[in-house]
């Protein structure tokens, strides 16, 4: 059952979630329960064993999100009802989020689990630094790519897979229009839209994107030729015009423009993007480690925190498992859960009867 569930995800979500899943199976095998259909007691001991190691280790709330986010990771893949969505584990997240110590999410991860999350100061911070008139390619596309991420909740993997294509990457007046081909939780290469909308000001990342574009002076029609087996009259593409991620010279232009099938041009790899990407933020005054996940973390977390419906924020991220989503990339601070009590008609009004 376990190695049917991992076909499901792609093998950095396992990696990712792997100590809890250790931490989860060793618990139950000590309480003699089964780790996939475990009861919700067994779930809620497991999470306040874990909170209290939180709390002798300094480590905020999260480490208890991420260990339910795992458990219920584990029970979507299995097809069984997660036992960390009952209301006793859901006390157990409360108190946690209650009595550890908060990690802010503008601050640097200190500790195993705490995952960093940028914030729209970052990414404000990250183009006024580098974007103008003369900012050179390699410049104008890590930034570009970053703030895709944000505003498109994108993994690095998807930014990878983003295609210049005009039939895979079409820019509207209103919205850009990612068709990803592959991503982490399309394995079976399905594919799917992402829309990514068009803002007023310097920050907004169709207008960053066409820009890219111009400058890169990219291809985005493929030579074609008559299609191998069919019928006459029809055409296919006969060329690749590449990702929009990828190498440029030292004179400041694309590597490759295109190639003839069936060779395709590469994209950067993760280390050189993530490195480029580390330089900018230094030059930028953003002190803390931001990995290109920080910024699908953050898009998501400014999202709600600005009134954003869930579900369209959990939509547009792809993500499958609503827990994973709450628990593991929604970062929302105290005060705006304290703001909930306004709501409840306890304020200095009296009801007069």
């Known amino acids: 059952m376990a190695a049917s569930a991992r076909q499901c995800r792609a093998d950095r979500t396992w990696s990712q979630y792997q100590p809890q899943f ?53 029970h979507e893949m299995a097809g069984k009802p997660s036992p960390c969505a009952s209301p006793m584990c859901a ?46 390619l390699a410049v104008r596309m890590t930034v570009t790519g970053a703030v895709l991420c944000y505003a498109g909740l994108l993994r690095f993997d998807d930014l990878a897979h983003v295609l210049v294509h ?6 509207l007046p209103d919205r850009a229009e990612i068709f990803l081909f592959k991503g982490k939780t399309d394995q079976a290469a399905r594919g799917t839209l992402v829309t990514i909308g068009r803002v007023d000001g ?55 423009v295109s190639v ?12 050189t993007f993530r490195k480029r990407l580390n330089e900018l933020w230094a030059a930028a005054g953003v ?17 709600v925190a600005n009134g954003a419906d869930r579900m369209e924020v959990q939509k547009l991220g792809r993500w499958r498992s609503q ?11 105290a005060a705006r859960k304290q703001r909930l009590t306004s709501y409840l008609g306890l304020g200095a009004t009296r009801l007069q009867g």
């Open 202 to 256: 310097p920050y907004c990342p169709v207008a960053l994107l066409e820009t890219l574009l111009l400058q890169g002076q990219y291809q985005r029609q493929a030579a074609v030729r008559p299609k191998r087996g069919g019928a006459p009259g029809t055409w296919e593409d006969a060329e690749d015009v590449g990702p929009l991620l990828r190498a440029v010279t030292r004179t400041g232009t694309l590597a490759q």
């Open 287 to 303: 002190t803390r480690s931001l990995p290109p996940h920080a910024l699908r973390r953050g898009g998501a977390t400014a999202a």
């Open 22 to 74: 250790e931490a989860w199976v060793a618990f139950c095998q000590q309480h003699s329960a089964p780790a996939v259909g475990a009861d919700p007691e067994v779930a809620a001991a497991f999470l306040t064993e874990t909170r209290l190691s939180a709390a002798r280790r300094g480590v905020g709330p999260q480490a208890v999100e991420r260990a339910s986010a795992a458990v219920s990771l584990l």
């Open 91 to 136: 006390r157990v997240r409360e108190e946690a989020r209650r009595t550890l110590a908060a990690q802010p999410s503008n601050t640097a991860a200190t500790n195993p689990g705490e995952q960093p999350v940028a914030s729209p100061e970052d990414i404000r911070a990250l183009v006024d630094k580098h974007i103008h008139p003369s900012t050179p």
């Open 260 to 271: 003839r099938l069936p060779a395709v041009i590469k994209p950067l790899t993760y280390h």
């Open 166 to 171: 005009e039939d895979l990457l079409r820019i």
């Open 323 to 333: 827990q994973v989503f709450e628990f593991a990339y929604v970062r929302e601070d």
